[in-house]
């Protein structure tokens, strides 16, 4: 089974600065039609996931472009440019080249404000 | 616009069984899947399975085989999570969200479903 490991555990950010959050996949994440299936999502407190990104670097419509996702093969980054207050939450990331059988979470990174 | 609403919280005794509903509309159901996520509290999150809307077909996590049925109602756009001999720690928030064809991702969630168990 594919394992996602996401990096650091916890992110305090001052606002206005960068944060970065990692996330690396115990296999290759290239299906074979080419595509890479990872995504990220944000949790606010209280509230239910919402995607961000699919296919490693395609934003959501809404999502504002201050967020950024990169990588390849089994490393992949999650940038938000310039944090701001309402980006406060756990951050996840999911496979889902490995599917079927299942799709797989990262354990989270919790952003918060210095 | 899409959207999932779920059944309310529930409170279930160690050893029986909750049924948890997730109605979708602003979309075509049968185009979609659904997968069923939970949250235990203050945890990260859990996929537990996934049903076609199309033709009702499923695969469920390895822990869960045995204790999930996951089914639709196409007629209502309600798909259904049911768990079965619960435990103090299938104690959780519940999710549905839907999956693109492909199923590789989920893009909408449901507003989520607390499950209590507790003695």
């Known amino acids: 089974d594919v394992v996602m490991t996401q990096s650091p555990l916890s992110l305090p950010v001052t606002l206005g600065q960068p944060a970065s959050i990692s996330c690396r996949s115990s296999?290759?994440?290239?299906?074979?039609?080419?595509?890479?299936?990872l995504n990220w999502f944000q949790q606010r407190p209280g509230q239910s996931p919402r995607r961000l990104i699919y296919k490693v670097s395609n934003r959501d419509s809404g999502v504002p472009d201050r967020f950024s996702g990169s990588g390849s093969g089994t490393d992949f980054t999650l940038k938000i440019s310039r944090v701001e207050a309402e980006d406060v939450g756990v951050y996840y990331c999911m496979q889902g080249t490995h599917w079927p059988p299942r799709l797989t979470f990262g354990g989270g990174t919790k952003v918060e404000i210095k | 616009q899409v959207q999932l609403v779920q059944s309310g919280a529930e409170v279930k005794k160690p050893g029986a069984s909750v049924k948890v509903s997730c109605k979708a509309s602003g979309y075509t159901f049968t185009s979609y899947g659904i997968s069923w996520v939970r949250q235990a509290p203050g945890q990260g999150l859990e996929w537990m399975g996934w049903?076609?809307?199309?033709?009702?077909?499923?695969n469920y996590a390895q822990k869960l085989q045995g204790r999930v049925t996951m089914t639709t109602d196409t007629s209502t756009s309600t798909a259904y999570m049911e768990l079965r001999s619960l435990r103090s720690d299938d104690t959780a928030v519940y999710y549905c969200?839907?999956?693109?064809?492909?199923?590789?991702?989920?893009?909408?969630w449901g507003q989520g479903t607390l499950v209590t168990v507790s003695s």
């Open positions: 049903i076609s809307a199309y033709n009702g077909n499923t």
């Open positions: 296999q290759s994440l290239v299906y074979s039609d080419g595509n890479t299936y």
């Open positions: 969200a839907r999956n693109p064809r492909g199923g590789e991702t989920v893009d909408y």
